[in-house]
């Protein structure tokens, strides 16, 4: 149980006095929360802090681990460069996480980035300055949040963890993240509405320590709520994963619009009841297969594809294997028409590929869906191709285009209802309708001239617009 101890902490600049100059007053609850906390973990004796921060170093498809000696930053950009911190690294364990990420086939490591400055962010630097207040000499880990889903972070904390219990350390682990910073109309970033139910969700957890309410959030709610802390308090739950733990709820603040929380999750013990990650994957796996009962034709044929290409069938042999397990009955317009068309795969609510085609190239619908289904799953250049174990996880659509129109004006587009299609010259970008955060036509253009690789604002294009018959 070398995990001894979490906490969920902020991270605004100004709780510093040296960037406040006063105005740190307005959240002394939580600057006394955070002081309280950082004694208590001091007093567990830790050997490693190990701090997930989205302001380190972040990508898409990759969980950055700082890989130098040691770690320095101040607060320039705070107008207080006067405010330095530093740290050394445990390297035994940064070593060791990357090779404990590659045996649970995390994308994530130090990266090798020869000639990478390792300054340190304000989302590690201000736990860094309550804590070394108590534990000047402490060896720290840092990390970043990537683009993977919140069950990717939760099993990077379970790597964590594993590594603290393999090489005996008594780890503390600091989640860094601020709630939604979308609660005031007059704060800096406006309001929200999600902004304060995702609070009040939050702190909920907080209070009960319940991970499994944190990993089945509305995936909405989280996107527009403005947070920056859930994905590393996703990470938190993971390294927690099976341990009894006492959450405390220290203090909640929002004065200047942003959300302030301080958490405190003492290790009690071992508790296989909270090993919240199975329980997830039990969930996803039984609306998976709620949703495959009602899947339309093409979608089955679409997942049958992405099955046996993923499960090592190629080519034809997965055309013939997907035929058999639906058992003829393709629809016989499948094998009769043809028409562009494409497929779409996304895992826990985020994209995890899409291929299609403007025009028809091959025989048939049916042989149009195999086609680009084998592509999404595996070729979809943002991406790594799709394994075998994320098959349960994995929900699809299949949208058939008509064929492209051309019109003369930006006013015969509606992007609930019509997809576009920019081309200039050789270049060319296609975005399908009715897509979430879409809302106008500008939005529809803009996007889709950054596909054809156009500036937004890129004039003398040629429009066309298509519809689409969209297939769950």
């Not at 997930?52 to 320095?72: E, K, M, N, T």
């Not at 190629?314 to 003829?328: V, Y």
Request: net charge negative; with cysteine; hydrophobic share 40%.
């Amino acid at each position: 149980m070398p995990v001894i101890g979490a906490v969920a902490v902020p991270h605004p600049p100004l709780i510093m006095p040296e960037v406040g100059h006063g105005d740190e007053k307005a959240i002394s609850k939580t600057i006394e929360a955070y002081r309280a906390v950082m004694k208590e973990a001091a007093a567990l004796r830790p050997d490693v802090a190990f701090i997930v921060s989205p302001h380190a170093h972040c990508y898409q498809d990759y969980f950055l681990i700082s890989q130098w000696h040691f770690g320095r930053g101040d607060f320039g950009a705070f107008r207080a460069s006067e405010l330095q911190i530093e740290c050394d690294y445990d390297e035994e364990f940064v070593e060791a996480l990357g090779e404990a990420f590659k045996r649970s086939e995390i994308s994530g490591g130090t990266g090798n980035f020869i000639g990478l400055s390792d300054p340190l962010d304000h989302g590690t630097m201000i736990p860094l300055r309550f804590l070394q207040e108590f534990l000047p000499d402490i060896k720290v880990v840092r990390m970043g949040i990537s683009g993977y889903s919140p069950l990717d972070h939760y099993r990077a904390g379970q790597a964590i963890a594993k590594v603290a219990e393999a090489q005996d350390k008594r780890l503390l682990f600091i989640a860094s993240g601020d709630l939604s910073h979308g609660l005031k109309a007059e704060g800096p970033y406006g309001f929200v509405k999600e902004g304060p139910v995702f609070d009040a969700q939050i702190c909920g957890i907080f209070k009960s320590g319940d991970f499994l309410k944190l990993l089945t959030m509305d995936e909405e709610l989280v996107e527009k709520s403005m947070n920056c802390g859930y994905l590393p308090f996703a990470v938190m739950a993971g390294a927690l994963d099976s341990l009894a733990v006492k959450p405390q709820l220290r203090s909640y603040e929002g004065p200047f619009g942003v959300g302030y929380a301080v958490a405190s999750f003492a290790v009690a013990g071992e508790d296989p009841s909270r090993a919240f990650g199975k329980a997830y994957c039990k969930i996803q796996q039984a609306q998976a297969q709620k949703k495959e009962q009602a899947m339309d034709p093409l979608v089955k044929l679409a997942k049958a594809t992405v099955d046996y290409t993923c499960k090592g069938l190629k080519g034809d042999a997965a055309w013939d294997q997907a035929e058999r397990e639906l058992e003829g009955r393709i629809p016989p317009e499948l094998l009769q028409k043809r028409a562009g068309c494409f497929v779409t795969l996304h895992k826990f609510g985020r994209l995890r590929g899409c291929i299609g085609t403007i025009l028809p190239v091959q025989g048939n619908l049916g042989l149009e869906i195999i086609h680009n289904a084998v592509s999404a799953c595996t070729s979809d250049p943002r991406f790594d191709a799709v394994s075998a174990a994320e098959l349960p996880y994995l929900e699809y659509s299949v949208d058939v285009l008509s064929d492209p129109e051309k019109i003369e004006s930006e006013s015969r587009l509606d992007p609930k209802i019509y997809g576009v299609i920019v081309t200039k010259g050789s270049r060319r970008g296609l975005l399908l309708p009715d897509l979430d955060g879409v809302d106008s036509v500008r939005q529809q253009l803009e996007i889709a001239k950054r596909k054809a690789g156009l500036e937004p604002d890129e004039e003398g294009c040629a429009l066309e617009r298509f519809t689409v018959v969209r297939h769950f």
